[in-house]
């Protein structure tokens, strides 16, 4: 048995046990496409980019929503309706994302 943030992984053969991630587990906390867009829609919903402890991209709706894969991350930011905030510490880059304009 399994403790820890791997506990609810199961073994296949070195495949995944989802097989609509394409080669990885979504684990628990991850928001599925469907769900992270739903999210972003309530008022004040933005999608926030961070950097993980191995220097990574992650992706978060913030208030009311949760941790978005990098995959569905990069699937919201390609949606028309979605735009960029240009705030990110370089001018011209985007850090948050939200539906709609201002």
Known sequence: MVFGPNQNRRETGGQSADT????????????????????????????????????KPDYSIVPNGGRVSADIAKRIMAHPQVT??????????????RIGGE
Not at 84 to 97: E, I, M, R, S, V
């Open 20 to 55: 609509g991630t394409a080669g990885r587990v979504m684990t628990k906390d991850e928001m599925t496409y469907h769900r992270a867009m739903d999210a972003l829609r309530l008022p004040g919903s933005r999608m926030i980019q961070t950097f993980s402890f191995w220097n």
């Open 84 to 97: 960029g905030g240009k705030d990110a510490l370089f001018p011209g880059h985007h850090q948050t994302w």
